[in-house]
């Protein structure tokens, strides 16, 4: 049996918009932080840092909401702006959705005083900070470090079994780098820092085979949950897979056909809003390069 359920009821405003950059910021402004709180197992906190609460997005997606139908029908602004980014890596596709937000500073409190700020120290980069900004609802400077991030849970759904589609970049790693090094600074741009903030967002993925499991307090469970597996449904044509960009946020309408041929990525229902992480397991993908052979052959 293979099913993909999870309760209706999630609130994901972005689906209202149809252009795809819009859809995609729209996600990036409006979507809860992966993480609900700071887990307790990490243990390594040398720098402290917050996490913005899910009502202080949905208070910055409501202020930004005529903004956003205006850039559903009028897209180019932002297109542009998307331009500037030379990179395909979906994380500093999000960095630059954050960026355009933060620049429409008459829809939010926040002032950007440094972009991307280099920390060096005897002509050696010790660090880099993604955003320095006013405040300007306490007059407080903070610093914020973003990321779009995809973690896979293993059997165990303890901290360090959240692993990303590259095994050495771990959940529990990323979030000691963020305590260790990222938010090591106490100032920046002649600015003394007074709070640091995490916008960490994207999805999580739970292990097919093991998702009855009760899950961590700090997963945050108001973010619709992904499932990973290296088995093909048996309904694989109700699902087609998503280009990279797109796991961001699908396009309005599907961009590919049913999955016919599955391989590693992300696929998602077409009546359902369920999304489904494909990892080929070693036998799978030896049947696969087999069955690839017995085409090649036929041809």
């Not at 939010?108 to 002509?123: D, E, F, M, N, W």
């Not at 999805?203 to 499991?213: C, D, E, G």
């Not at 359902?272 to 390069?289: C, E, I, T, W």
Request: glycine share 2%.
């Amino acid at each position: 049996m293979f099913a993909l359920n999870q309760a209706p009821t999630l609130d994901e405003p972005w689906l209202q918009f149809k252009n795809l950059q819009v859809r995609q910021l729209a996600f990036c402004l409006s979507s809860p932080n992966i993480l609900q709180s700071i887990p307790s197992e990490l243990r390594f906190k040398q720098h402290t840092f917050q996490l913005h609460s899910q009502h202080t997005w949905a208070i910055h997606f409501k202020n930004y909401h005529a903004r956003l139908l205006y850039l559903d029908q009028h897209p180019q602004e932002l297109e542009l702006f998307l331009q500037r980014l030379k990179s395909t890596r979906l994380g500093l596709r999000f960095e630059m959705f954050i960026w355009f937000w933060l620049l429409d500073q008459a829809y939010h409190p926040y002032q950007v005083l440094g972009h991307s700020i280099q920390k060096i120290v005897a002509r050696q980069t010790i660090g880099e900070l993604d955003f320095l900004l006013l405040n300007h609802e306490n007059n407080q400077v903070e610093h914020w470090e973003v990321a779009l991030k995809y973690y896979l849970a293993e059997t165990d759904y303890t901290l360090p079994c959240w692993y990303g589609l590259n095994r050495s970049d771990q959940l529990i790693r990323k979030l000691n780098h963020f305590s260790q090094q990222q938010f090591q600074f106490d100032e920046a741009l002649e600015q003394t820092i007074e709070q640091r903030f995490v916008v960490l967002k994207g999805q999580l993925y739970l292990p097919l085979q093991h998702r009855l499991r009760p899950l961590p307090d700090w997963v945050n469970q108001e973010r619709r949950l992904g499932y990973w597996g290296s088995t093909i449904p048996a309904n694989h044509a109700q699902f087609y897979r998503l280009h990279r960009q797109e796991w961001i946020c699908p396009a309005y309408t599907p961009t590919s056909q049913p999955a016919h041929w599955w391989i590693n990525g992300l696929y998602r229902q077409y009546d359902q809003p369920n999304y489904y992480m494909f990892r080929n397991s070693a036998l799978l993908l030896q049947d696969f390069k087999s069955q690839i052979d017995q085409k090649s052959l036929s041809l």
